[in-house]
């Protein structure tokens, strides 16, 4: 049984359609799924600060008194030098044990 040539064509237009749908449908649901991603990681991290506000508001409170006060330049240079500070206190406190081991 022979089929019309003119339904063949317009199958072929169709699953055309089709495809091309689907391509679009796939590229918006990766933008949506992109954007969910960066909403759920902020969700995320302004959980975390409210759980260490909670366990630390103190500290927390005198951070962003500091931030208010020192404006933001100055007081991320003073965050970055105490990280520095810290980290070169770790990197000595880790090879003075390292020297000594337990006994």
């Not at 902020?42 to 020192?70: D, N, S």
């Amino acid at each position: 049984m022979q089929t019309d040539p003119q339904l063949q064509l317009r199958k072929k237009a169709l699953l055309l359609k089709i495809q091309a749908q689907r391509q679009l449908w796939h590229l918006q649901t990766e933008q949506f799924r992109s954007e969910h991603k960066l909403a759920d990681m902020a969700q995320r991290v302004i959980g975390q600060a409210g759980e260490a506000f909670k366990k630390r508001p103190l500290a927390i409170g005198l951070g962003v008194l500091t931030l208010a006060i020192l404006k933001p330049g100055r007081a991320l240079r003073l965050a970055q030098a105490g990280l520095q500070a810290w980290r070169l206190w770790q990197d000595l406190s880790a090879s003075r044990t390292d020297q000594h081991p337990p006994r």
